[in-house]
């Protein structure tokens, strides 16, 4: 049985040296795969190297996210490009999206954050196009803005995932109708959040992909504790639970799912 852990970020992992061990315990949970998520310049030449160490283990990709959108946005999208350039090339551009959930208090800054967000967005999904990529959406609080954006921009929504989706039923089918997809994360384990849970229903195997968003949202039984890729394990069995089928099957086709869109092979 393998597992892909489709959404994680494994930098703080690498800067206390804890990574060689978290892989470990991963590979002793079955999680066979990790997909890091880079956010912003930051991060990005660190996955490169990472999943330069670990290619047998580590796939990586690159985006500005949201929260991370500053002033000098187009100084760091600009700079996306060149990592497709040697490899070993990100697999998708992400995490790119809107969040409205984290704005400034003063309404003429959240103003003017939220353009720039927007513009961040529109700006990484035309070079996604290009690239001919997957795009990787974060979205919180901002779930029909980033729809109407992606249908503007004719991104092709069978290369869209919204990751860590907590936006309900009604959402998801919103989702499906267009060819997109949700990935999921620990939430959807715990007893406040059967909105989650009825959406994973209404997702369905066919398209569904499974993820930490390590190190944060541990699923139940270790909620409240630092998240790691190994707890991917957690989350897949109470899925498969609800889901009314073995833990085998779902990770037969999650593993699929996500090998499909990221293209790994």
């Known amino acids: 049985m393998e597992l892909i852990d489709s959404h994680c970020h494994l930098e703080r992992f690498a800067q206390q040296g804890e990574l060689d061990a978290v892989l470990a315990r991963a590979a002793e949970a079955g999680v066979g795969r990790l997909i890091t998520i880079g956010t912003s310049v930051d991060d990005w030449p660190l996955y490169q190297r990472l999943v330069q160490e670990h290619s047998d283990r580590l796939s990586w990709t690159a985006g500005l ?24 090339r990100p697999v998708a551009v992400g ?6 959930f984290r704005l400034p208090r003063d309404t003429t800054e959240a103003a003017t954050l939220m353009v720039r967000q927007e513009k961040a967005f529109q700006a990484q999904l035309e070079l996604a196009k290009e690239l001919d990529m997957p795009v990787v959406v974060h979205s919180r609080h901002a779930f029909e803005a980033c729809l109407s954006m992606i249908d503007l921009c ?29 990935s999921f994360t620990g939430i959807v384990t715990y007893k406040s959040a059967p909105e989650v849970r009825e959406a994973c229903r209404e997702q369905g ?20 504790k630092p998240c790691e890729p190994a707890m991917l394990r957690d989350t897949a069995s109470f899925v498969a639970q609800e889901l009314g089928v073995s833990l085998e099957e779902l990770a037969a086709q999650t593993t699929a799912n996500a090998r499909a869109f990221f293209n790994l092979g």
């Open 65 to 88: 996210h949201p929260c991370d959108v500053g002033e000098d946005w187009e100084s760091q999208v600009g700079q996306l490009a060149q990592y497709w350039q040697s490899g070993p």
């Open 205 to 224: 195997l066919d398209k569904l992909m499974i993820e930490t968003d390590a190190p944060y949202l541990a699923p139940v039984p270790n909620r409240g």
């Open 95 to 100: 995490e790119i999206g809107l969040d409205r």
């Open 154 to 182: 004719g991104f092709p929504w069978e290369r869209v995932v919204f990751h860590c989706f907590v936006d309900g039923p009604e959402a998801l089918r919103q989702l499906r109708a267009r060819g997109g997809r949700a």
